[in-house]
């Protein structure tokens, strides 16, 4: 078979989510990632290769949804990969969109979920209250009488130190989606081609 910077990048939709977070000063895209090898692998085969310059993301809300998409060129282009992922719009999202001002860093993220038995009691759970305040004879609910959480929960996200630059990010809608060949292409691949 003969690879060249013509063919197809293949599109990669198998990780979790995607985190936004402030770290070193700048907003960070954190594609996460339950499983550290799985991260590492990816960083070390794919985005390693990936020019700062020529990344893009480009976000597609359609919806509540919103498809995150991103892609660059490689030094190593037969290993390379185009990542996307339909997510619900969330207040990291938006706070990413209205805060990054045109730049941000990509990093891998490992995603770990925590339970009542594996945190400190200051550990905070997902609705907000410490972990002090959830009763481990009560399967593990919150004390607060005003809150509805059963169970503690809460996750964690560790960055991967490795991370790159990027400069092209847009936010766009269906309507304008053509203009763009990344998100065109994305959509092609995993969205009308899949439509009924
Ligand atoms: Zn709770
Ligand atoms: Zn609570």
Not at 64 to 79: K, L, N, R, T
Not at 154 to 162: A, D, G, M, R
Request: with cysteine; aromatic share 14%; hydrophobic share 35%.
């Amino acid at each position: 078979m003969i690879l060249s910077a013509q063919s197809p990048v293949p599109w990669f939709d198998d990780f979790v989510g995607v985190a936004y977070r402030y770290y070193d000063l700048r907003m960070n895209v954190v594609p996460l990632f339950s499983d550290r090898k799985t991260a590492t692998n990816l960083w070390h085969d794919s985005l390693r290769w990936w020019l700062d310059h020529s990344i893009k993301i480009r976000f597609v809300e359609i919806g509540d949804d919103y498809w995150f998409i991103m892609g660059a060129d490689s030094q190593h282009p037969q290993e390379n990969l185009s990542f996307y992922k339909v997510l619900p719009q969330s207040e990291n999202y938006e706070r990413f969109k209205n805060g990054h001002g045109g730049e941000a860093y990509l990093r891998l993220g490992i995603y770990a979920e925590k339970f009542l038995k594996d945190v400190k009691k200051d550990a905070m759970c997902n609705c907000g209250h410490a972990a002090e305040d959830h009763d481990k004879n009560d399967n593990d609910a919150c004390l607060y009488e005003v809150c509805n959480c059963k169970k503690f929960n809460s996750f964690q996200v560790n960055l991967l130190k490795q991370k790159k630059t990027i400069t092209n990010i847009e936010f766009l809608d269906e309507s304008n989606v053509k203009d763009d060949s990344l998100a065109w292409n994305c959509m092609n691949a995993n969205k009308f081609s899949k439509s009924k």
